[in-house]
């Protein structure tokens, strides 16, 4: 085991925020873990699990001994006649791990091309996009208890995804609550993908495609191709300029908030959810609020979506907070609407 000191952080999250991890531990299976847990110097500091750096806004150099998730490895678990079995391991790029999935044959997962970060960061965030979540997706999972040392699995149900949310983003106030944020440690996680493979084309993006097109039976590499394009239209290459995606949650209302929104808004952007509720675009409130394309120092909002904070060149972790409590102001103050941030602040 190598623990690494003062290890630069800007390559390691999108944002391209400068930052260091004072101490850095790079992990390629539980054998490392084991090793660091056993380790009288390291073994019970604090610790920050690190996949690939695309849900966090780093403020200032991390303190806890930086985990970074290296593991790697792809393999067919199963292959029947009802769905196949996929497996992948934490370190894995998903955009590649999806590119392979086609590649290997299996579809299932094209809609979830182009996100960025890592396999294991997926199930913690429950990634999702045009109209697939990664828990229609999922089969399981193999972690590691930052605590005991003991790995465990776990199923669909174990994991409670909700939207952009799951069992591993709850720190517990108590022993026996709810939560493994901050104590489980992602290893391996398994994809279910059902036979015969139906394409998912219910968003707007997508059935422009079909008429731009012509094409009314997309193959899974043709929605692949599609979803690609489309995100490299409407959002920015963090190679290129430093972001972290969709910065705030698409927040829900009930329909009778909806009806009043709409009768002082009536273009706001929303779609009914099954449960009943109202999905708001995000993107379209801060827009509305006049956001787009502003800064608060070297902090802004993407010019052609609202819904992404970028780096203009040089920015802070604070001035990316500050910039999105701003337009989290503006938002309830027009709207009553609270939009909570998809990224971690470190």
């Known amino acids: 085991m190598i623990v690494e000191q003062n290890v630069p952080l800007q390559a390691h999250n999108t944002f391209g925020i400068v930052a260091k991890a004072r101490a850095l531990v790079r992990v390629h299976g539980e054998a490392d873990v084991l090793q660091l847990m ?10 920050f699990v690190l996949g690939g750096g695309s849900n966090i806004v780093l ?34 790029n998903w955009h590649d791990f999806v590119t392979w999935t086609l590649d290997q044959g299996h579809a299932g997962l ?63 106030a108590k022993e026996g609550d709810f ?33 731009e097109t012509g094409i009314a039976n997309p193959s899974p590499r043709q929605i692949y191709d599609w979803v690609c394009a489309v995100r490299t239209v409407k959002l920015p290459d963090p190679r290129v300029i430093g972001n972290a995606g969709s910065f705030f949650k698409n927040p829900t209302v009930s329909p009778d908030q909806c009806q009043d929104i709409i ?38 909002v993407y010019e052609k979506q609202a819904l992404v904070l970028v780096n203009r060149g040089g920015a802070t972790g604070g001035e990316v907070v500050t910039l999105a409590r701003a337009i989290q102001t503006s938002v309830y103050e027009r709207f009553g609407i609270r939009l909570e941030p998809e990224p971690v602040v470190v």
Not at 180 to 209: C, E, N, T
């Open 38 to 47: 056993a380790d009288p110097e390291h073994g019970h500091v604090p610790k």
């Open 110 to 172: 094209e809609n979830l091309a182009l996100i960025p970060g890592t396999v294991g960061a997926a199930p913690v965030q429950n990634v999702g996009a045009y109209g697939v979540e990664l828990q229609d997706r999922f089969e399981s999972l193999d972690a590691i208890d930052l605590v005991t040392g003991k790995i465990f699995t776990l199923d669909a149900a174990q994991c409670a995804f909700g939207y952009r949310d799951s069992v591993f983003k709850h720190v517990p």
């Open 59 to 92: 403020t200032g150099d991390v303190k806890p001994l930086v985990l970074k998730i290296e593991v790697p490895g792809r393999r067919v678990v199963e292959d029947g006649p009802r769905f196949t079995v996929l497996e992948a391991g934490a370190g894995e």
């Open 179 to 211: 939560g493994l944020g901050g104590r489980a440690l992602i290893l391996r996680v398994r994809f279910r993908l059902p036979k015969p493979w139906k394409p998912v084309l219910g968003y707007a993006d997508l059935q422009r495609k079909i008429q």
């Open 263 to 300: 009768a002082r808004e009536p273009n706001i952007v929303h779609y009914p959810m099954p449960d009943g509720s109202v999905k708001l675009a995000a993107g379209w409130l801060i827009d509305a609020c006049g956001w787009k394309g502003k800064s608060v120092g070297n902090a802004g």
